[in-house]
T-cell receptor, first 111, second 116 residues
Framework: SQKIEQNSEALNIQEGKTATLTCNYTNYSPAYLQWYRQDPGRGPVFLLLIRENEKEKRKERLKVTFDTTLKQSLFHITASQPADSATYLCAPENRDDKIIFGKGTRLHILP | GAVVSQHPSRVICKSGTSVKIECRSLDFQATTMFWYRQFPKQSLMLMATSNEGSKATYEQGVEKDKFLINHASLTLSTLTVTSAHPEDSSFYIC????????????FGPGTRLTVT
């Protein structure tokens, strides 16, 4: 069965440093992968989508990579700020047109 | 950007009663909407896919007779939790695809259901 793993339940990063979050998936080959941000008590907010033929995608301080051989996506936040503290969810494309999320990584940016 | 609203944002009900949660796409049409449930410190679990004008598709393990979904128009889907029990207390979130040709989802703000 399809499996999504975000390897850190929680991650503490010093302000100003780069935060790197990992998403691994098994047993399928998504055509694209999405990253979302969720704040406590709120719905997720879309951040980035990267397609299987794209190695890297950037948006302001965010960068996502997609390695279809390793079945892995990395999500980077550069020059991290306390306001970046949130839970980040990855969602590889599901052939049934559904969005299935990983468990998420709670990121804490320490001032 | 596209906006999805949910109502109510919070609801407390007594065990055995039914609760309806509305999900609206405010400035776009959504033939498909998704309903998720999230327990504290857990990820979002997809419950069902709501299809305008047809029956919802439920994920394995989700009781369709307990979680009634109606998608009566292109901008409104409702989730009714019937005969609610304390274990149904959770955060319910809906989403709708952006319709831009990729499956970016717009999520509602969520509904916190507490069953006493």
């Amino acid at each position: 069965s399809q499996k999504i793993e975000q390897n850190s339940e929680a991650l503490n990063i010093q302000e100003g440093k780069t935060a790197t979050l990992t998403c691994n998936y098994t047993n399928y080959s998504p055509a694209y992968l999405q990253w979302y941000r969720q704040d406590p008590g709120r719905g997720p907010v879309f951040l980035l989508l990267i397609r299987e033929n794209e190695k890297e995608k950037r948006k302001e301080r965010l960068k996502v990579t997609f390695d279809t051989t390793l079945k892995q996506s990395l999500f980077h936040i550069t020059a991290s700020q306390p306001a970046d503290s949130a839970t980040y969810l990855c969602a590889p494309e599901n052939r049934d047109d559904k969005i299935i999320f990983g468990k998420g990584t709670r990121l804490h940016i320490l001032p | 950007g596209a906006v999805v609203s949910q109502h109510p944002s919070r609801v407390i009900c007594k065990s055995g009663t039914s609760v309806k949660i509305e999900c609206r796409s405010l400035d776009f049409q959504a033939t498909t909407m998704f309903w998720y449930r999230q327990f504290p410190k857990q990820s979002l679990m997809l419950m069902a896919t709501s299809n305008e004008g047809s029956k919802a598709t439920y994920e394995q393990g989700v009781e369709k007779d307990k979680f009634l979904i109606n998608h009566a128009s292109l901008t409104l889907s409702t989730l009714t939790v019937t005969s609610a029990h304390p274990e149904d207390s959770s955060f319910y979130i809906c989403s709708a695809p952006s319709g831009t040709g990729v499956d970016e989802q717009y999520f509602g703000p969520g509904t916190r259901l507490t069953v006493t």
